[in-house]
């Protein structure tokens, strides 16, 4: 299986957080798995780092680079799918996700309810 994981998987992740479900933790830590984190995903992250809406570990590069994820990087491509995408969501940052997901071909591992409306690419991580 292909998963992109969604910004908040990500996080939780990172910080081996109680909120990440076994099953997502299981989907991730599958070495059959091709695990993909999104520039969108770190775009949104430093963004709201910078604008002082979250907080980010001080050691959070070295805990994203010791993982064995593959980078996403946001292609043209995605963005068109983006215009393609029926409006159940209005977060720019989730819908370039969906966006780059479904243009991929991957799985996306989110814990946003909302996103299952977009098709079975997506998996809920509960």
């Not at 599958?30 to 780092?49: D, G, M, R, T, Y």
């Not at 983006?82 to 996306?108: E, N």
């Amino acid at each position: 299986m292909r998963i992109l994981l969604d910004t908040r998987i990500l996080l939780w992740w990172l910080a081996d957080s109680p909120s990440l479900s076994v099953r997502a933790r299981e989907l991730i830590a599958n070495p059959e798995h091709a695990v993909f984190v999104s520039a969108v995903s770190l775009w949104e992250i430093w963004l709201k780092q910078s604008l002082g809406k979250l907080r980010l570990p001080s050691d959070f590069e070295e805990r994203l680079a010791g993982e064995s994820f593959e980078r996403l990087p946001l292609l043209a491509a995605h963005a068109r799918e983006v215009a393609t995408l029926p409006w159940r969501h209005r977060d720019p940052f989730d819908r370039m996700l969906i966006a780059q997901a479904r243009a991929s071909g991957l799985s996306f591992l989110t814990a946003d309810e909302v996103t299952a409306a977009y098709g079975d690419f997506v998996l809920l991580a509960r």
